[in-house]
């Protein structure tokens, strides 16, 4: 049965301060995961040759913006505070967890229209999808 994601929420937890907030207007929430591969191959070989290289994971979420929502992920990404952690609560309860860094955030204003705002994490080390 295909998953839903409405009304999903993000967690964050700054790290070392340890201040935590949770935003619950999520619209959408996109993940790429990718392994980008290491090229090894020998001298003088005709084909190329390849090996498994890091994983790498980001996620870009649209959320319904509210200004007092948004100030710490504002301040994280103007102050380049330290890694957070972050858990992405889907509408089914399922999760993914891990360490973030805010590496872009962009408001959006229509007329006639509500206020988005988009955020793109940068994982760094391990994700957990439960």
Not at 7 to 29: E, N, R, Y
Not at 33 to 39: S, V
Not at 76 to 99: C, E, K, R, S
Request: charged share 10%; proline share 2%.
């Amino acid at each position: 049965m295909p998953q839903s994601s409405a009304l999903s929420s993000v967690s964050f937890k700054q790290t070392p301060a340890g201040s935590s907030f949770t935003i619950d207007a999520v619209g959408s929430v996109t993940f790429t995961y990718n392994r980008a591969p290491f090229e090894v191959s020998e001298i003088g070989n005709a084909n190329a040759q390849f090996i498994a290289g890091y994983q790498n994971c980001t996620a870009q979420l649209e959320l319904f913006y509210l200004a007092a929502d948004h100030e710490d992920i504002e301040s994280n990404i103007n102050g380049a505070l330290a890694v957070a952690q972050v858990i992405i609560t889907l509408a089914t309860n399922d999760t993914i967890t891990g360490d973030a860094y805010v590496t872009a955030y962009t408001v959006t204003a229509a007329a006639n229209d509500v206020v988005r705002a988009s955020i793109t994490l940068q994982f760094t080390g391990a994700i957990a999808a439960a």
